[in-house]
């Protein structure tokens, strides 16, 4: 039975739709339909600037203002969106466009789609209706699930063409000609028969009164100059310069800054603070204060000052059930839940049962596990916020969520008694975000704080420290898969199991006024099933292991860990068969041509038929995630005292529709150094319920001298385009793995696969783990 909505779109509009039922129980819909979810219509008009539509501003002096409401976070959103933009109304995309995230909440800016996974060029029907104006009323604006592209390239391309199309009717009043004879290029609309042209920046004013066409017409693919075509990313150059502003780089008047210590043990609160008086005789140090009962936070006129205080910190905090766990105990924890006798039945085709107990059959089953790891974004977790003396409150910080930013600022200063009268939201570029930056934190931490300092805004930093030792995480998880294998090797029936912790859960116990309870959540679980694999049974449990450790998203959240299981056990079937691993996929995938194109496509890419000198390995692995397909070849090197060197990837992409290729591949070669640093590195110790790394000197990531030489190649494809962001990570661990054992003989079913040794201050050496023949 096909599903309107999935179980988590479905919770999260309905919890969309409890917000606004009173307005729009008054209202009724008609209410709800005015709300603008299409952010077309033109706006406010001065001497200088003319606002199109919610995405465009046109300046006097021939700029054009883009508004793109997804962060700028080194994914370059802010050049693929401005791209679709500046193509529909023929604009040359250089000096002249400036793009910005809105400070306003516009409906049209809306993330309904990462709700209601349905593309906006095919969404129709009452449930879309609905659902895009209660989330666009409510201001749900967030960046993450690859999915800022998929969202608004057909929105903000509808923009584009609908701002062309008024300025082409200002331009006809203008000139006392027919719509039908006029052509735009180069920011002008041109009337070739009588050789007279006006620019956009002469026409803004009075196609800003205008009405939207009622059916903007869309440029033609063969048409299109820009789209598909690299181009620089907009933010470079200022960025060479060092000019704009990340999170950290806010500077106010009068500021205050502030250094947080939270507890070691996650749950704990503070007991007593044994040198409060030293500390508030520190220079600088302005106040030592308590936030929530549960953290310290050091007030200074500097952020070097307050955390020299902290460092002096002399406190202790409440006792836990959790102060004895460790990774050991959560690890056994993980392994006892695989025997669980009522896991969550995710998808049952076929037989499996039938098809396991068959008495001449073949069978393999095999059991992988990974660790918690942290996000280790280069700029540690800030916000700024100020309260001001007539009660308005502003906050900047480097958030993938605006509708987070909204609730820890709003949470904070309920914590400090204080109710904003009205709230402006600034989202500032970030330094890396992996889907860490949508928590509300240290937002509500620094709305707390500034509710103390009316009149002075307050940044809060934390520490590295902090920021990996006291953070969040992705799940611990443990998996066991069992196949079935027919004659011909192929398997007959896959039954998968995972044990993790569910993160939907997680985050919803901390943001969401809600909790729709750990089971059946889909981010646990996605990598774990292979539907366009031809087995025709099928089945797939998860089972929640419930921890004092605060999950969260991650980059690929599920699939960094279950296609890591899936693609491992895959190549432990080929083995089985005696089958060589891209033959054994390649049969999997005779119904899938979209998949097996590109198998193929990176298997000619690393040139996968020709013989490797011993020490040396190749592995595959393939996944579809976030609507793409991708298939990476890893080659390897381990030397006879099992140092591992990673000496090349190749990865194949079918993303749809590429807007900027430059961008795309640059996204992927870093999901492919991130998918290797955890692969190879990544550890999360837990002792005595907290965690014990709290730098890079022990939780590395991959150094430039030893990092894989990456190729990458995108498909020509017909589909819309699809997610970026995360799939260059999903396939790495398992082909690494699989190039281990192609290499040694040894299959490693644990992460990371090798322990990291540093080599003076800037080299690190890996050595692999000790695994199973």
Not at 742 to 771: C, D, F
Request: aromatic share 6%.
């Amino acid at each position: 039975m096909t599903r309107i909505l999935s179980r988590r779109a479905f919770l999260l509009t309905g919890a969309a739709v409890g917000g606004t039922a009173l307005v729009a129980g008054i209202g009724g819909v008609g209410y709800l339909a005015t709300v603008d979810v299409d952010g077309l219509n033109g706006g406010a008009v001065d001497g200088d600037t003319a606002e199109l539509n919610a995405f465009v501003v046109v300046h006097a002096d021939g700029t054009v203002t883009i508004s793109v409401p997804r962060t700028e976070m080194g994914q370059g959103i802010h050049t693929g969106l401005a791209m679709v933009v500046a193509e529909e109304m023929d604009l040359p995309f250089d000096e002249r466009i400036r793009v910005v995230f809105p400070t306003a909440a516009h409906a049209a800016y809306s993330s309904w789609f990462n709700v209601l996974q349905v593309r906006p060029e095919e969404a129709s029907g009452p449930v879309v209706w609905l659902a895009r104006r209660v989330l666009g009323e409510i201001g749900f604006i967030a960046t993450g699930a690859s999915a800022s592209t998929m969202s608004l390239w057909h929105p903000m391309r509808v923009a584009g063409a609908a701002a062309r199309g008024m300025l082409v009717a200002a331009a006809a009043a203008r000139l006392d000609v027919p719509e039908s004879e006029l052509r735009t290029e180069a920011a002008a609309v041109h009337h070739d028969a009588t050789r007279r042209s006006l620019s956009y920046a002469e026409l803004a004013q009075e196609a800003a009164t205008l009405p939207p066409p009622d059916d903007p017409v869309l440029k033609p693919r063969e048409d299109w100059r820009i789209v598909g075509r690299a181009q620089p990313r907009v933010d470079i150059p200022a960025k060479v310069r060092g000019a704009p502003v990340f999170g950290m780089d806010v500077v106010l008047p009068r500021m205050l800054h502030a250094s947080i210590r939270h507890a070691p043990v996650f749950g704990a609160g503070l007991a007593i603070i044994h040198n409060e008086r030293e500390l508030r005789a520190m220079p600088g140090v302005r106040d030592v204060t308590v936030i929530n009962g549960l953290h310290v936070a050091i007030v200074a006129e500097s952020w070097w000052q307050a955390e020299e205080a902290a460092w002096r910190l002399d406190a202790e905090w409440t006792t836990t059930e959790a102060d004895n766990e460790s990774s050991a105990t959560l690890s056994l924890r993980m392994k006892a839940a695989l025997e669980s006798e009522s896991p969550y039945e995710n998808i049952d085709e076929g037989d499996v049962d039938a098809a396991l107990a068959a008495p001449d059959g073949r069978f393999v089953e095999a059991e992988y596990d990974v660790p918690h790891v942290t996000h280790a974004c280069m700029e540690t977790m800030n916000a700024t916020a100020i309260l001001r003396e007539d009660g308005s409150a502003e906050l900047w910080a480097p958030s993938q969520n605006r509708s987070t930013m909204s609730a820890g600022l709003h949470r904070g200063m309920d914590w400090a008694g204080v109710s904003p009268e009205e709230v402006t939201l600034n989202v500032t570029m970030n330094g890396g975000a992996f889907g860490r930056r949508s928590d509300a934190d240290v937002i509500a931490e620094a709305a707390f704080l500034a509710a103390r300092y009316p009149g002075r805004p307050v940044k809060v930093m934390w520490s590295r420290e902090e920021d990996i030792g006291r953070g969040l995480y992705r799940s611990q998880a443990a998996g066991r898969i069992r196949a079935a294998l027919g004659p011909d090797g192929l398997p007959l029936a896959y039954d998968a199991r995972v044990a993790t912790q569910s993160i939907l859960n997680s985050v919803a116990g901390r943001n969401f006024p809600f909790n729709p309870g750990p089971d059946g959540d889909a981010l646990s679980v996605e990598g774990l099933d292979k539907p366009y694999y031809a087995i025709p049974n099928r089945r797939m449990h998860s089972q929640n292991v419930p921890s004092h450790i605060p999950i969260h998203f991650w980059r690929s959240n599920g699939y960094s860990f279950n296609t890591f299981f899936a693609e491992s056990f895959i190549d432990e079937c080929a083995t089985e068969a005696g089958i060589d691993p891209l033959a054994y996929r390649r049969s999997l995938l005779r119904d899938s041509p979209r998949h097996l194109a590109v198998l193929d496509r990176v298997a000619e890419m690393a040139g996968w038929s020709t013989a490797l000198p011993p020490g040396r390995g190749r592995g595959i692995a393939i996944d579809e995630c976030y609507r793409s397909v991708v298939a990476q070849v890893a080659e390897v090197t381990v030397s006879d005292d099992g140092e591992i060197q990673v000496d090349r990837v190749f990865c194949a992409l079918d993303a749809g529709l590429i807007i900027n290729p430059d961008t795309v591949i640059a996204q992927v070669e870093g999901g492919i150094i991130y998918g290797v640093t955890t692969a190879l590195m990544s550890r999360l110790t837990i002792e005595d319920g907290a965690v014990v790394e709290s730098n890079f000197h022990d939780f590395p990531v991959q150094r430039l001298a030893n990092a894989p030489a990456i190729e990458v190649s995108l498909m020509d494809s017909n589909e819309g385009p699809c997610g970026v962001g995360e799939p260059g990570v999903v396939p790495v661990a398992a082909a690494v793995a699989n190039a281990i054992h192609a290499a040694t003989g040894r299959r490693l079913r644990s992460l990371p696969l090798a322990i990291t040794e540093m080599i003076g201050e800037r080299r690190t050496r890996s050595v692999l783990q000790q695994g199973d023949a």
